[in-house]
């Protein structure tokens, strides 16, 4: 069964940072997209941060130039680094990939449960 697990959240302080790490486990064929979202108390479910299996990727505005979104795809993970962090980056951050199962004959979206960022002032 593919599963995703995050980790790295935490409280910190305005302008602090975090890394979130996410790990891949099952029996995992392949993976294409890997993403970052999160969802804010009271708000939608926002994407943050993508990359795909080439290392292309896409950043919410709201994060560019303080977030970094990386993979390593031999340990089928992926990283959040945060800096510079804001009150309005508390939320869950979710991880999310498009994969494909060694049993399926097609790539679906997973997700992994969340961790919690809080960010205090």
């Known amino acids: 069964q593919v599963q995703l697990v995050e980790s790295g959240g935490g409280l910190v302080q305005a302008g602090g940072s975090l890394r979130l790490s996410c790990a891949a486990s099952?029996?995992?064929?392949?993976?294409?997209?890997m993403d970052w979202y999160r969802q804010g108390p009271g708000k939608q479910r926002e994407l943050v941060a993508s990359?795909?299996?080439?290392?292309?990727?896409t950043y919410a505005d709201s994060v560019k130039g303080r977030f970094t979104i990386s993979r390593d795809n031999a340990k089928k993970a992926l990283y959040l680094q945060m800096n510079n962090l804001k009150l309005e980056d508390t939320a869950v951050y979710f991880c999310?990939?498009?994969?494909?199962?060694?049993?399926?004959?097609?790539?679906?979206?997973?997700w992994g449960q969340g961790t919690q960022v809080t960010v205090a002032s």
């Open positions: 990359m795909n299996r080439f290392g292309g990727t």
């Open positions: 999310t990939a498009g994969l494909q199962d060694t049993g399926a004959p097609y790539a679906s979206r997973y």
């Open positions: 099952g029996s995992i064929f392949s993976i294409r997209t």
